[in-house]
């Protein structure tokens, strides 16, 4: 009830209490990192030589030969802490989209914010090269910049979900036509790089893409905390949250940077990958059952799909592995089409 939740988000009096976290919470929270673990060793032992759990665990423990120790920290672990980080990154950036535009629609795949970041580094790849870092400061810039014009453009009478996320719709197809343009004209090669990356995809991921994706991480982990109280607040709505203490004008923004911001930086190491960042908080809502954005659930929830597509996508087909982008693909669409079926029945 909107009761007892002004009750759990207001603070009380007295001496700072850190808020209880609910059991059910707390042991999904362990399953999903039990199983986004489990996930990340199989995924580590998979490929042209395969190595058992077991291997794979004494080899990161530093017990492995030399030639496992290659395999591991150089070829596969870097992949998968990709994996890991993206999801986790994406998962985080739905989650706060969703509780700014009150929509279960509202990620930044759908609003268009990917696909800005996605335009900023095709331009970055095509036009101007450069490295790992390059491309993700283009991306963040590209998501950066989309985010400012759909929100100033939803503006109007105060902005509302069902506006941000319709011009975000607008946007995003505007910024697919500019990025297929671009492809159209620039050299052959450079488009097959940048048309491989935009299907979303974790090969060849080393050591050059885990440090700037765990960098921009480290910076912006802490803001996300700092912000998970206003978040929280402005999901009783902006009359409530003011009442509360909270500056909606200035929070709402900051926390559109942030998750722009990661999504960007996500976008930039895997290219944009569909649906991680629109399922994973509904998923890890439903299982934990609590209110709140559920920040925490959704980062090891993107963390967990995204690991297990692309664990999925490299073993689907023995000839060789997809992208991860077009497994998360088949696997959202079916969770989309459920999800407006759900949604479509319980507001017959």
């Not at 960042?277 to 967990?304: D, K, Y």
């Amino acid at each position: 009830m909107l009761r007892d939740r002004v009750a759990e988000s207001t603070p009380t009096a007295g001496p700072a209490r850190r808020p209880r976290v609910p059991r059910r919470a707390a042991i999904t929270w362990a399953i999903l990192a039990a199983l986004a673990l489990v996930v990340a060793v199989l995924a580590i032992g998979t490929g042209e030589y395969p190595l058992s759990p077991g291997e794979v665990v004494q080899t990161l423990l530093g017990h492995g030969t030399r030639g496992q120790v290659f395999i591991v920290e150089q070829l596969r672990l870097p992949r998968v802490l990709c994996a890991l980080l993206v999801g986790a990154a994406l998962g985080v950036a739905g989650g706060i989209f969703q509780t700014l535009t009150a929509n279960p629609l509202g990620s930044p795949d759908v609003i268009g914010f990917t696909w800005g970041a996605a335009a900023g580094a095709v331009l970055q790849i095509a036009l101007l090269g450069g490295g790992a870092f390059a491309i993700s400061g283009s991306a963040i810039l590209g998501g950066i910049v989309t985010a400012m014009v759909v929100y100033g453009l939803s503006l109007g009478r105060g902005p509302t979900g069902a506006r941000l996320i319709l011009i975000g719709i607008g946007i995003s197809a505007l910024l697919a036509a500019l990025t297929t343009f671009v492809l159209a004209r620039i050299d052959l090669s450079a488009a097959q790089g940048a048309r491989l990356w935009l299907t979303g995809s974790l090969n060849g991921r080393g050591w050059e893409f885990v440090v700037p994706l765990a960098v921009a991480l480290v910076v912006l982990g802490p803001l996300v905390v700092a912000l998970a109280r206003p978040l929280a607040m402005l999901e009783l709505g902006d009359d409530a949250a003011r009442g509360l203490g909270v500056s909606v004008d200035r929070i709402r923004p900051t926390l559109i940077v942030v998750a722009v911001a990661l999504s960007g930086v996500a976008t930039a190491t895997a290219g944009p990958v569909p649906f991680v960042a629109l399922a994973a908080p509904q998923l890890a809502r439903r299982l934990t059952r609590s209110s709140g954005p559920g920040l925490i659930g959704a980062a090891l929830m993107g963390a967990l799909l995204l690991a297990a597509s692309d664990l999925l996508a490299q073993r689907l087909l023995p000839s060789g592995g997809l992208p991860v982008g077009v497994m998360t693909g088949a696997l959202g669409g079916t969770y989309l089409i459920w999800l407006l079926h759900h949604e479509w029945r319980t507001t017959r």
